[in-house]
Structure formats: C-alpha cells, structure tokens
C-alpha cells in the first residue's frame, strides 16, 4: 500500500527545517506539509501519537529498506518500514532508522507515523555515512513533495551524530561536485558543511523579505551561486543572483533582474553560469565579463 502524508513522529521531538526554504532553506510549505524528526522510538506513555506508532508495530511486520554499514565498520544503519494498517479508524504506517553498533542493541535514531491516505513528503530512508563515521544522513522524505505551495524544494536532509546521538536538520542540502560537502538555506543565511564538519560556513544573504531558492555549486567546489526572489511562486517579482566564495568567505551580488525574473540557476562550466526565466527560457551568465545573454 502507499503512504502519502507524514502525521506525526513519535518520541521527543526535534523540529526537522524543510528543504524548501529554508531545510532547510527556501520557501518553506505549510508546517503541516513536511514532518518533524523524532529522536527515540515510542513508549507506552509517551503520547497518544506513541500509542498509535505501538499499535501499527503490533499488527504489521516491518521490512528491511536498505542496510548501510559505516566506512569503519563499527556501526550499521537500516530503516525498518511497518505498512499501512487499519488503526483508530484510519489507515497509519511508521517507519523508524536504527542505528547498531556492533552487537549492541540498535539505538532508534529517527521515527515517522504516516497517514496512508494523506498528502505530502514523507517516508525514512538512509543516504550514506560521512567518510570519517561520525555522522549518518538521512531524508525524512523519500517519496512526494510538500503539499502546498509552488515554492522552491530541494527535498529534505538530516544527519544522525555518532558522538551525541543527536539529529541535526539539514534542509535541503545540496552536494558539492566532489561529494564532500553541503550546502542548504538556515535561519541566517547560506550554510555550508563539511561532510565530517560539526558545524557550518554560514554566509549572510541580504535581500529584504527575498525567498530562498535555487543552490549551484561550481565545477570545481569552490564557489556557489544563489538565486532569491521577491515571491515564492512565478512570475517571482524581482530576482537575484549571488556568489559565495569558500576560499574567501565572501558574498557578493551578481545581478538583479526583474524583466525577466529568473526561478533556476545551474553552473555547468567554470565562467558561465545558467539561467532559467519565468517562461522556462535559458540565459547565460557570463563570469568573466559579467554579461547576461538572452536565449537565441
């Protein structure tokens, strides 16, 4: 059967930031549309939203969605999927992300209770481990996209801490070329980590009341360009085009447009960037001479 909405997490919570807008993050859907990160597996007592995460894990077998070890072999990540039951009148699964380390017992990391008859992002699945083990990262939604709104969404990204045990929202992070790092909108600006990194580069952005959208990372890792707006929906209003240099830790504006306003920017070479306007027209931006060239 299908789940579709996300309705709750179980356990204590620690508020996943979604990818759209800033996980994360550029314009955000509705609170309902994107879940929250629960940091424990339910109890008896903790809530009725644990209850009914007990009584789905009572009626239905839970199968395996992928086992990913870490690089050194201490530790073992799988997501352990129970299916849509009948509960209370409605139909609800729960996905819960285990993490073992060697023999020992396997900690709950994160755990989602889902509506199969509801809307939106949902569904656990593991991603892949940090090069140096310390971290695990996850999505909280492996299947759909916010229900609500037409804003920009890079899908939903969090990391499990090997040392603290702790959830970090990541919102909607985006790899650099090399793999090694991520970058996604936070509360203060453009964040970027180091894959093994306990804390982020963050550079402050300044448009007003602009709506994040769009990261893209340079060939060669080194640099980003950012794309905000002054609506969160086409025709957006006024566009604008930032880059952000890692070696320099600098921010600067590259260009602001509002006839046309531009929603997508890619960086498929190292002195052109690519702009995609409300019509789905491409652009080119060029770096080294700073002009903007209009689709042929």
Do not use: N
């Not at 789940?3 to 509705?30: D, E, F, K, M, Q």
């Not at 809307?119 to 996209?145: C, I, N």
């Not at 240099?245 to 002195?271: D, H, I």
């Amino acid at each position: 059967m299908f789940r579709w909405r996300a309705v709750a997490w179980a356990g204590a919570l620690l508020l996943l930031s979604s990818a759209c807008g800033p996980a994360s993050t550029a314009a955000p859907p509705p609170a309902s549309a994107v879940p929250t990160l629960a940091a424990a597996a339910p109890t008896a007592e903790a809530s009725p939203t644990a209850d009914l995460a007990l009584q789905v894990m009572s009626l239905e077998q839970p199968f395996v969605l992928g086992t990913i070890p870490s690089p050194d072999g201490a530790w073992t990540a799988r997501v352990l999927i129970y299916d849509c039951v009948p509960v209370g009148g409605e139909l609800l699964a729960y996905d819960v992300l285990e993490l073992r380390h060697g023999e020992e017992d396997p900690v709950a990391a994160a755990s989602q209770l889902q509506s199969c008859q509801g809307l939106g992002a949902h569904g656990l699945e593991g991603r892949f481990w940090s090069p140096g083990s310390r971290y695990f990262y996850f999505t909280d939604a492996r299947e759909g996209s916010p229900d609500g709104g037409c804003g920009y969404w890079a899908g939903s990204l969090a990391r499990w801490d090997v040392a603290t045990g702790r959830v970090e929202p990541l919102g909607g992070a985006v790899a650099s070329p090399d793999g090694t790092r991520l970058a996604a909108w936070a509360a203060d600006g453009l964040a970027v980590w180091s894959l093994d990194g306990p804390s982020p580069a963050v550079f402050p952005v300044a448009h007003g009341t602009a709506v994040p959208g769009p990261i893209a990372w340079a060939p060669d890792g080194l640099s980003l360009a950012t794309l905000m707006t002054a609506e969160i929906c086409p025709p957006w209003g006024k566009s604008w085009l930032d880059l952000h240099s890692l070696s320099e830790g600098t921010s600067r504006g590259l260009l602001e447009s509002e006839a046309p306003p531009f929603g997508g920017v890619e960086w498929p070479k190292p002195a052109m960037l690519r702009l995609t306007d409300r019509d789905g027209a491409t652009w080119t931006y060029d770096l080294t001479h700073k002009t903007l060239t209009p689709p042929e």
